[in-house]
């Protein structure tokens, strides 16, 4: 049995030799191409695996056409927006993901960008605090859940929407449920974005709601660029010189929202939510355990397809 760990943004180095443990304890080898620069890279390398593990990697059609030996993918990792699921099923290929492994990691990052421009990213000149802020958890799965556990230290007043979540739930965790998208904006003075990207969330954060948020408004986007409305953001930035904008995704106009808006705008260069060595260990050999799994008990935990 072949595992390919494919990632063009590699896990840190104790992950892979967690997984290649884990792996090799099961009899099975282990397959690794890291930092590739086309797809034809990927394309051999899948040729003949029968399980692959990869982050933010693209398994579209092509990939699954060419990997004639499949039978699972683990997107190591929350999202799975990036593995075509309608191939890999007809496919008959079994697709998982590993939810809330990285999940810590992507949240803390939420705080470090949000210090980072609440003091004016470090320039010297007076900022603000987290301190009795309004803030908004725009869902509350795993990355939302473990922003308002930090958020409580902090001291921020905490609000949250989620439609799949229960109001108990939320409740429970000393957050306020809000009953719609618009009412969680309104109210906040920050919204942290944990929606996935599929096709009703596309583009759905748009000028029309951000336009709710009161003065001095963030947006900080740790989840999808997919989900903005990158037109729009530069329409609603451009009406409110009072707005933020802070992502973990490098955004399809990102020299466009550099020049305009200067201090108010943060992309980090490659999305760096789960890269903790901490969360390449939890997710990595999460993935190879349930590849194990589904090969030696039939366990299909955590199929998405
Ligand atoms: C996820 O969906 O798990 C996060 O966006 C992390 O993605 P990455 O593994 O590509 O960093």
């Known amino acids: 049995m072949k595992i390919l760990v494919a990632t063009d943004k590699p896990f840190a180095k104790v992950a892979v030799e967690g997984i290649r443990k884990e792996v090799e304890a099961a009899g099975y080898e282990l397959v690794l191409l890291e930092k590739y620069t086309q797809k034809q890279q990927l394309l051999d390398a899948v040729a003949n695996v029968d399980a692959i593990i ?7 059609k092509e990939v699954i056409a060419a990997a004639g030996n499949l039978k699972i993918v683990v997107r190591a990792g929350a999202g799975y927006d990036n593995i075509d699921l309608e191939a890999a099923t007809e496919a008959k290929v079994c697709v998982m993901n590993t939810p809330g492994q990285n999940a810590n990691a992507v949240a803390e990052l939420v705080f470090g960008m949000l210090i980072y421009a609440l003091r004016n990213f470090y320039n010297g000149t007076s900022g603000t605090e ?5 803030l908004g ?5 795993n990355v939302g859940r473990n922003v308002a556990r930090i958020a409580r230290g902090f001291g921020m007043q905490l609000y949250a929407f989620d439609m799949y979540c229960s109001d108990e739930l939320i409740h429970n965790d000393g957050v306020i449920p809000m009953s719609s998208k618009k009412a969680l ?9 944990h929606i996935p990207a599929t096709p009703e969330t596309k583009k759905s954060i748009n000028k029309e709601l951000l336009s709710l948020m009161p003065e001095g408004a963030v947006l900080v986007n740790t989840a ?3 989900v903005i409305n990158e037109e729009e953001m530069v329409e609603l930035m451009e009406a409110r010189p009072d707005f933020k904008y802070l992502t973990d995704i490098l955004p399809g106009n990102h020299e466009e929202m550099t020049r305009k808006f200067q201090g108010r705008y943060f992309s980090t260069p490659k999305k760096m939510g789960a890269q903790t060595a901490e969360a390449n ?6 993935a190879a355990r349930q590849i194990v ?7 299909q935990r955590f199929r998405v397809n």
């Not at 990869?54 to 579209?60: A, E, G, K, P, T």
């Not at 260990?281 to 999460?286: H, M, R, T």
């Not at 799994?293 to 366990?299: L, V």
């Open 54 to 60: 990869v982050r933010s990697d693209i398994i579209d």
């Open 293 to 299: 799994d589904f090969f030696q008990k039939g366990t």
């Open 130 to 134: 987290l301190k009795g802020k309004k």
């Open 137 to 141: 958890i725009h869902a509350y799965g």
């Open 281 to 286: 260990i939890n997710a990595g050999i999460a």
């Open 185 to 193: 904006y309104e109210k906040c003075d920050i919204v942290s974005l």
């Open 224 to 226: 999808r660029k997919e």
